[in-house]
């Protein structure tokens, strides 16, 4: 069914979201639509970003029959919600056999955003499902690329304050207090040496020594602290947060990245510890050590793209807080870090080492030990993988992030 809306006019009360519509309603199919039988002019409101349903009005009866390209002027109330959002105003005929929307015609669009209790009329258009439909999907693709960044420049105060109260508050009252940043890492790498080192005799290549294992090791050891500290605090951090989720207007999204620029924290402190334990063992740090921003960049948007996730899932899945301990010691033993890649078993190996922690393994060694750069191969797929990591994370995040509020 065919369909126009000639001489659309819209007034609204800002004050009360009331609108008031009028338009006129023209046949353009070939058959006459007769009130008697089933034929209605009304409205709906929906969510744009989920296309959820809210709202409904009443039906207005055409007072007339409209035959072929006769026409009919509407004049109908809407009333919007109260909540603070963005809302669509879907205004169409509505058929025996449905609204005329649903069956592919044209419908009028009002696109409205409420806030503060004050309505504003962005947008007047009339349009149709698909055409609809396209345009929030060039709108979504657009806005995945750029809404991660955008809320992390915007919250970037947030964000610093929130880190730097995290890394404070983690060990205050303790006698070590703040040192405690050095001293947790570096007791950690000291266990795991230990272990290792001289317990079970692990060597790397053609180094036996031990002085040998402790700098490989160690340079092992960087990238894993700042993934897992994120990774296993990310399931319970809105949880943990749940008075900000369900009683302010907060960025929630800032929560899971707090927890990843603190494991960065952690690891600079243990960076210190590694070069130290380098000038010690070896007497330089090598040039190529210069590429490490090379690592830490897919590093990062693999750590933020993993935890947003888990945050989310989180949220609705409890057990997984408990689960992510076990996950991530089987992934660091199944991680060449405590001992080397040659001792995986072949037909593991081409498994394993599609694992992004390897490969950054695999690259911190060769620019901090072997003075050569990252392996190049490896290296553009970890930052290809990372990126889309970190954009689905963000596009699931904010996916779920409206039912939080009911969960929490």
């Known amino acids: 069914m065919t369909v126009s809306y000639e001489d659309v006019q819209v007034q609204l009360d800002p004050a009360t ?15 006459t639509w007769r009130g008697l039988d089933g034929y209605f002019a009304g409205w709906q409101i929906f969510d744009p970003e989920t296309a959820t349903f809210i709202a409904e009005g009443d039906w207005m009866t055409l007072s007339c029959d409209l035959a072929a390209r006769q026409g009919e002027r509407i004049e109908l109330g809407i009333s919007l919600p109260p909540e603070r959002g963005h809302y669509h105003v879907y205004i169409s005929p509505i058929a025996p056999d449905g609204w005329f929307y649903h069956l592919g015609s044209k419908f009028l669009l009002l696109d409205v955003l409420v806030q503060e209790g004050q309505a ?28 991660p960044f955008q809320s992390l420049f915007e919250n970037r105060g ?37 272990v290792f080192g001289v317990v079970l005799q692990s ?33 319970q951090v809105i949880l943990e947060h749940r008075n900000f989720v ?34 010690i063992f070896r007497g330089h740090v090598p040039g190529t050590a210069f590429w490490l921003p090379v690592l830490l960049v897919p590093q990062l948007l693999f750590t933020l793209g993993t935890c947003w996730l888990l945050a989310a899932i989180g949220v609705f899945f409890r057990d997984l807080t408990q689960m992510m301990g076990f996950v991530l010691t089987l992934w660091f033993f199944l991680t060449p870090i405590c001992y080397p890649e040659t001792l995986l078993p072949r037909s593991a190996a081409a498994i394993l080492t599609k694992n992004p922690i390897y490969v950054l393994v695999k690259g911190y060694r060769a620019i901090f030990l072997e003075g050569q750069p990252p392996p190049a191969g490896a290296t553009w797929k970890l930052w290809i993988l990372s990126a889309v990591i970190f954009f689905l994370g963000y596009a699931c995040f904010h996916k779920l992030r409206k039912s939080f509020a009911d969960v929490v």
């Open 120 to 147: 504003t009329l962005n947008e007047i258009s009339v349009t149709t499902i698909r055409a609809l439909r396209r345009k929030n999907f060039r709108r979504a693709f657009v806005r995945l690329f750029s809404l």
């Open 17 to 31: 979201r009331r609108v008031h519509v009028s338009f006129h309603l023209v046949n353009n199919s070939s058959s």
């Open 158 to 194: 947030l964000i610093r304050s929130m880190v730097r109260r995290d890394v404070l508050a983690r060990y205050r009252g303790s006698f070590g207090d703040v040192l405690w940043t050095i001293l947790h890492p570096a007791l950690l790498m000291a266990t795991y040496f230990f």
């Open 246 to 279: 369900k009683k302010l207007i907060f960025p929630v999204e800032t929560l899971p990245v707090n927890h990843v620029i603190s494991g960065l924290v952690t690891e600079g402190f243990a960076l210190i510890v590694f070069v130290i334990g380098l000038l």
């Open 203 to 235: 060597r790397f290549g053609e180094d036996t020594s031990r002085s040998g294992f402790v700098v490989y090791f160690l340079a092992g050891m960087l990238p894993w602290l700042a993934f897992s500290e994120a990774a296993g605090r990310a399931p």
